[in-house]
């Protein structure tokens, strides 16, 4: 399973879910330390802002950090959760799980897996650069983007809350999910 949370989220997450794997997408500023329960080595940190194109003094989600967070997923060994989580649990973390599910699930119809991370967590609004830049990748075409485009906005809220999405649709699960 994948799990998505904003950051207030993390501490009750890691307890009650066991992730052995965590990756936050936080700004520079507010990047956290690792948190009990997780191994440093199991703990993607990426330091980028909210944001789809370039502003001052801001970073935002570079090529290079989603190249890492494509080869963190895919060394992780699926035997417990992963969480990922930003600030609010909308964007940036949506999009990482999204990206994972893409990685994880190499041909299956992209628009499938952006309307699964839609369906288990209906405020899910993941940053378009990311999932640009992941396109560009995993080698999708286009169709990445086109997928997260067609979902449209997400419920609106400020915050928001811990969910779940399964590593693989439906039709293409294994006794290892």
């Not at 895919?74 to 999009?95: E, F, M, N, Y």
């Amino acid at each position: 399973m994948i799990y998505v949370s904003p950051l207030s989220a993390v501490p009750d997450a890691i307890r009650e879910v066991k992730p052995s794997h965590l990756v936050s997408l936080l700004d520079p500023d507010t990047m956290i330390d690792t948190p009990q329960g997780i191994l440093p080595t199991q703990h993607l940190r990426l330091g980028v802002n909210d944001i789809a194109e370039e502003i001052d003094d801001l970073v935002p989600p570079g090529v290079e950090h989603v190249a890492e967070l494509i080869a963190f997923v895919q060394a992780w060994d699926r035997k417990s959760p992963l969480l990922v989580h930003c600030w609010a649990g909308i964007s940036r973390s949506t999009a990482a799980a999204f990206i994972a599910l893409c990685a994880l699930n190499e041909g299956h119809p992209e628009d499938e897996l952006a309307r699964l991370v839609r369906a288990c967590g209906s405020h899910a609004h993941p940053n378009r650069l990311m999932v640009r830049h992941a396109d560009s990748l995993l080698k999708r075409e286009g169709r990445m983007s086109a997928a997260v485009e067609a979902l449209g906005p997400g419920r609106a809220c400020w915050e928001g809350e811990l969910f779940s999405i399964p590593l693989r649709p439906a039709a293409l699960r294994t006794s290892r999910d």
